[in-house]
């Protein structure tokens, strides 16, 4: 019954399926603007204005690119002892999903002044320490076992006034299943064909159909599935 506030890219394609509503207002999100760290500040206005908030703090599935951009509003937060549980999936990075599907695992399609880091920050930012500092209750996940325990204590202490920063380690490999459709095959057809990833080559193979493709000699490839990390070997060209 909490209040959920969807803000992160990569985990927008995968939770909502898995949230049941219940009442109005009870989802929120950006709309159509596509916005990045809206959601600190929208779970700030969503706890000041529901009186039950306390009872069932408000959630939050940020990115960490999100939480980079607009994190240190979580002081107000803080501040005002609001009820709100950040959960950040954090991937290292912007879109970082993507070198597996067409930069490469080590961004070799890249420019060279863009191949030592790519989309990528400097790995394994700690919000959850960041947060506590700023009178935040912080959570640290590395294990899916450790998911359950972490949200337990984050809402006890969201409960009891103090917000809460869940800093989830996700694969990176894993990306918005937008990106497995013909609009982003098209988007990165910049891209050689001889640098492209095993899994982007699958990609643009399947979804740009009407390309010759035998008379090329490229033979036929399974689809890939979006829910599937990609393994070392499908992260190369």
């Avoid at 706890?47 to 607009?70: H, N, Q, T």
């Avoid at 989830?168 to 001889?194: A, F």
Wanted: glycine share 10%; hydrophobic share 35%.
């Amino acid at each position: 019954m909490n209040r959920v506030v969807m803000d992160g890219y990569t985990i927008s394609s995968f939770a909502p399926s898995m949230i049941r509503c219940r009442y109005s207002g009870q989802y929120i999100d950006c709309g159509e603007q596509s916005g990045v760290g809206h959601g600190v500040g929208m779970a700030i206005g969503a706890a000041f204005a529901d009186p039950e908030a306390y009872k069932r703090p408000i959630v939050v599935f940020m990115g960490d690119s999100g939480m980079g951009l607009a994190g240190y509003d979580a002081e107000t937060a803080a501040r005002y002892k609001l009820p709100i549980v950040y959960v950040v999936t954090n991937n290292n990075g912007w879109f970082t999903g993507m070198k597996y599907l067409t930069y490469g695992k080590n961004w070799e399609a890249m420019g060279r002044q863009d191949q030592p880091l790519g989309y990528e920050f400097l790995p394994d930012l700690r919000y959850d320490k960041i947060s506590e500092w700023m009178g935040c209750h912080g959570e640290h996940v590395t294990e899916p076992s450790q998911i359950r325990p972490a949200m337990e204590r984050a809402f006890k202490a969201a409960e009891g006034g103090k917000p809460a920063v869940v800093n989830v380690m996700v694969d990176p490999s894993v990306n918005n299943r937008e990106c497995y459709t013909i609009i982003y095959t098209i988007l990165w057809g910049h891209v050689p064909w001889d640098k492209l990833p095993k899994r982007g080559k699958a990609l643009r193979r399947n979804l740009l159909f009407a390309l010759p493709w035998d008379e090329a000699g490229v033979p036929p490839m399974p689809m890939p599935d979006p829910w599937d990390p990609v393994p070392e070997e499908e992260a190369t060209p």
